[in-house]
């Protein structure tokens, strides 16, 4: 059962969250999807009797709170969050669209995040979860706060048009390769509705470019003029030689390890960067982020 401390750092990371979101109070409760009621309650700070256990929980896993002791986690300038904030304050200021194709384990997903965590109308969409059409679409949908839950082709309507008239949209799909071709020809069509005032941005691993390619090599439909539309090339930052992505990689580890490790000398920094270099993945030359998170919670 959640505790009273929970609840009211839930509390706080929704009504904090408010001032992201262009919408009414009506739009952004629904975007959270609670009712509109709820949200008034919440924001006069009440915790009793209101949400469903298991609502206060879906809060708490969409603004990633904490439930333990452990400290949050500190966010590390590496190269790879200072790129992709780049691109993507980019492509929201401009209404313009970008593909970032990197090795896996980089810190891509985590730049995402934060950054529609921290910038207003924009939504991070992880498509492993939502690979077809319709769930890829009604997702959006709700995260704008728009209704997803009626007939399919009025909640494509009302999207677009919300796309077309809210200041400076973004989304972010990460994990782009998982979605299946009946959506991706949605992204499509839903990049021409919006053309100009949204902004889109594609991140995925080796994969994902290897699946475009494939798909225009083939002259699937659709997969060309989206690529020119996505501004025709991959991005993407980390080095493709072994040992120049070798240290590019172990140098954002010992950031991340230095901004969550304050305390820790130059011998046991070495050591914990090889430690997270040990890898079952051959391809993947460097210090894996993931074993670097492991590691220092450890």
Not at 62 to 76: D, K, L, Q, S, Y
Not at 112 to 138: G, I, P
Not at 241 to 265: H, S, V
Request: aromatic share 10%.
């Amino acid at each position: 059962m959640l505790t009273e401390q929970i609840k009211h750092r839930i509390i706080k990371a929704v009504v904090d969250n408010r001032s992201l979101f262009s919408g009414s109070d009506a739009k952004y409760a629904n975007s959270l999807g609670i009712n509109p009621a709820i949200y008034n309650r919440l924001k006069k700070n009440e915790t009793e009797r209101i949400m469903a256990e298991h609502k206060w929980i879906t809060l708490a896993r969409r603004f990633e709170i904490r439930f333990g002791n452990e400290p949050e986690w500190i966010t590390a300038k590496t190269p790879v969050f200072t790129y992709i904030e780049k691109q993507l304050q980019f492509c929201k200021k401009e209404g313009a669209s970008g593909i970032y194709c990197d090795k896996a384990d980089v810190g891509k997903t985590h730049a995402a995040k934060e950054f529609a965590r921290s910038n207003r109308n924009v939504v991070y969409v992880d498509c492993s979860q939502v690979k077809s059409k319709q769930k890829l679409v009604r997702l959006i949908a709700r995260e704008f706060g728009v209704d997803h839950t009626g007939k399919y082709s009025e909640v494509y309507a009302d999207l677009v048009y919300y796309l077309k008239v809210i200041d400076t949209p973004l989304i972010i799909l990460d994990e782009a390769g998982d979605v299946d071709y009946s959506a991706f020809l949605e992204l499509k069509a839903m990049w021409n509705a919006a053309e100009g005032n949204c902004g889109w941005y594609m991140i995925g691993a080796d994969g994902l470019e290897a699946k475009w390619n494939r798909a225009m090599g083939n002259k699937k439909v659709g997969y060309a003029e989206l690529f020119r539309r996505y501004g025709s090339r991959y991005q993407r930052i980390v080095p493709e030689g072994k040992d120049e992505r070798r240290e590019f990689l172990d140098n954002q580890a010992a950031m991340i390890i230095k901004a969550n490790a304050a305390k820790i000398n130059s011998e046991d920094l070495h050591k914990l960067i090889v430690k997270c270099n040990a890898t079952k993945d051959k391809a993947m030359t460097g210090a894996s982020l993931t074993r670097v998170k492991i590691e220092i919670k450890k």
